[in-house]
């Protein structure tokens, strides 16, 4: 009887184990709710200092574009679920922007960057450095 009782307390640690690092790794997800919502949108560039910088951005679900800080935008829809976003620093070292969203947990969007200027108005030709990251 021994035998069986290590057995069964075996598996009673071995499953109250497997339910701690569920709950940990649920947590850990940033599912959050569904629903309408906003993203925040940074762009990053490196050394370079990005004076505008223009962005297109496709998927669904998007309602619009609204400023953040000091970024001024502009953005036109020349395609169903596809955007123009045109974004113009007062800071170049801090571009922000924000994304109305019909549900904020919808498909990822697409984000690819069109042309940029430096803050001297000077077009950047290598924009492999910029990046732009969506987030809640």
């Known amino acids: 009887m021994r035998g069986e009782r290590s057995v069964g307390k075996s598996a009673g640690r071995s499953a109250r184990r497997l ?11 940033d599912w959050g709710p569904r629903g309408p919502g906003e993203l925040k949108g940074i762009v990053t560039s490196g050394d370079v ?3 505008a910088i223009v962005l297109e951005i496709s998927g669904p679900g998007v309602q619009g574009f609204t400023d953040a800080g000091q970024t001024r935008i502009f953005f036109a829809e020349p395609q169903p679920e596809v955007y123009r976003v045109v974004l113009v ?19 990822s969007l697409t984000v690819v960057t069109v042309e940029a200027v430096d803050d001297t108005n000077a077009t950047i030709t290598d924009l492999s450095g910029i990046t732009v990251e969506l987030a809640r």
């Open 89 to 107: 620093a007062a800071d170049p070292d801090r571009i922000r922007f924000r994304v109305a969203m019909d549900d904020v947990r919808s498909p």
């Open 49 to 51: 200092r990005v004076g």
């Open 19 to 29: 339910a701690t690092i569920l709950a940990v790794a649920l947590t850990a997800c």
